[in-house]
């Protein structure tokens, strides 16, 4: 899987970010397994690089970062850190298959971005009917399932998006299945200090 992000209009004015995502992940039944993670971005004129692959059996994971963390930053990652985790794409798929099941939105995954180690929990909230607040957006049925991720290491000393009291209800993601069957999130809510932040799949751009 690959992707690419970065600012745009009043928001760039602020911020001007960019970057892309490389992901490659084996999958075993119902579980997805990080094999190679790429994550580059640039902020204005600061780039940052992290390449994380894992060993064959997918229990050990290295990096490599460009520039090194700065450990006067954030909190350090050791070796133990590092052992039995995935990436949080490959956990989020696995998420997604367990649903595809018929099991209910729950489970605790550790995962590894290259930079940052967290424990990310899942929490099934119903079934929700959404509502289109957009003309592109979708319109039925979705399960609703909060997300917490925990940090653990490799997150800045002094951060105001680190909740002390992580609630599941603050991160919601509405899944739904399209026509043909597919499960996908068509919508992300992320309530934050200064406002929330909504994503919502574009169904009339969307091919599945």
């Given at each position: 899987m690959t992707g690419e992000f970065n600012t745009s209009g009043l928001i760039q004015l602020i911020a001007d970010f960019s970057g892309h995502v490389n992901i490659k992940a084996i999958r075993d039944d119902e579980s997805w397994q990080g094999?190679?993670?790429?994550?580059?971005?640039?902020?204005?004129?600061?780039?940052?690089?992290?390449?994380?692959?894992?060993?064959?059996?997918?229990?050990?994971?290295?990096?490599?970062?460009?520039?090194?963390?700065?450990?006067?930053e954030v909190h350090p990652i050791d070796a133990a850190m590092l052992r039995g985790v995935t990436d949080p794409f490959s956990a989020m798929m696995t998420m997604l298959n367990?649903?595809?099941?018929?099991?209910?939105?729950?489970g605790v995954f550790k995962i590894y971005d290259g930079r940052r180690r967290a424990e990310l929990s899942f929490s099934d909230l119903?079934?929700?009917?959404?509502?289109?607040?957009?003309?592109?957006?979708f319109d039925g049925k979705t399960q609703l399932c909060g997300m917490v991720s925990l940090p653990l290491g490799g997150h800045r000393r002094k951060?105001?998006?680190?909740?002390?009291?992580?609630?599941?209800?603050?991160?919601?993601a509405y899944i739904a299945?399209?026509?043909?069957?597919?499960?996908?999130?068509?919508?992300?809510?992320?309530?934050?200090?200064?406002?929330?932040?909504?994503?919502?799949?574009?169904?009339?751009?969307?091919?599945?």
């Open positions: 094999q190679q993670l790429v994550i580059a971005s640039n902020w204005g004129i600061k780039t940052s690089v992290a390449e994380t692959t894992w060993l064959h059996d997918g229990r050990i994971a290295t990096t490599k970062t460009d520039p090194a963390p700065d450990l006067e367990r649903l595809d099941s018929g099991k209910s939105c729950s119903g079934i929700v009917e959404l509502d289109p607040d957009r003309t592109f957006a951060s105001r998006f680190t909740s002390r009291t992580p609630d599941p209800s603050k991160t919601r299945r399209l026509a043909n069957g597919l499960l996908v999130p068509v919508r992300i809510e992320v309530d934050l200090f200064f406002g929330q932040i909504v994503t919502r799949l574009d169904m009339k751009r969307s091919v599945f």
